[in-house]
């Protein structure tokens, strides 16, 4: 079975901390996203990477990284933390056109 | 870029009823439309998909039709049952190249025994 990794299920940061939201997937898919999810908005795409060392911005990047520098981890950093970046963040991967596999979530509050 | 919309946000049905969710896009370039379902505290998970050569597709319970004209493609659930309760996705993109997929706002579904 395809699997997709989140270091933290549950995470609590102050306003101003660096943050790393790290995923990993173990089918050697080329491409990996990071997604936030928050209610009534649906999930919404953050970065995406189609290879390693490669980055694309999504639909929301503001206040967001992001780091690939081996094919099956892609990291999420935020900054400089800031309460509006409280979310669930969602990390998948899949190969060209095809199925998009998911990560469980961490869920981030920022204080 | 593409705009996926998705209906209703909430939908309850009695255990053994249909559930129908319905979703539009706006990109007559989008060629693939999977619908996920996210169960509490899971990430989602892709129930079924269609590609645009196609106007339905089924699997037992759960059947997706497709109107690339309308543009807009339907979720549909028989015989309704307690574990069905989740949040259901739509999404679509032009599944080719450097594409990603957009996703609607989600359906939270309650099947009530």
């Known amino acids: 079975d395809v699997k997709v990794t989140q270091s933290s299920r549950y995470l609590v940061k102050r306003t101003g901390e660096k943050v790393f939201l790290e995923c990993v997937q173990d089918m050697d898919h080329e491409n990996m996203f990071w997604y936030r999810q928050d209610p009534g908005l649906g999930l919404r795409l953050i970065y995406f990477s189609y290879d390693v060392k490669m980055k694309e911005k999504g639909d929301i990047p503001e206040g967001y990284s992001v780091s690939r520098e081996k094919k099956e981890r892609f990291s999420l950093i935020l900054e400089s933390a800031s309460t509006n970046q409280t979310s669930m963040y969602l990390c998948a991967s899949s190969e060209q056109g095809d199925e998009q596999y998911f990560g469980p979530g961490t869920r981030l509050t920022v204080t | 870029g593409e705009n996926v919309e998705q209906h209703p946000s909430t939908l309850s049905v009695q255990e053994g009823d249909s559930a129908v969710i319905k979703c539009t896009y706006s990109d007559s370039a989008s060629n693939y439309f999977p619908w996920y379902k996210q169960e509490l505290g899971k990430g989602p998970q892709l129930i079924i998909d269609?590609?645009?050569?196609?106007g339905e597709k089924k699997d037992q319970r759960i059947a997706v039709t497709l109107n690339k004209t309308a543009k807009h493609f339907s979720l549909h659930i028989t015989e309704t049952q307690p574990e069905d309760s989740a949040v259901y996705f739509c999404?679509?993109?032009?599944?080719?190249?450097?594409?990603?997929?957009?996703f609607g706002k989600g359906t939270m579904l309650l099947v009530s025994p």
């Open positions: 269609i590609r645009s050569n196609v």
């Open positions: 999404a679509a993109s032009k599944a080719f190249g450097y594409s990603t997929l957009t």
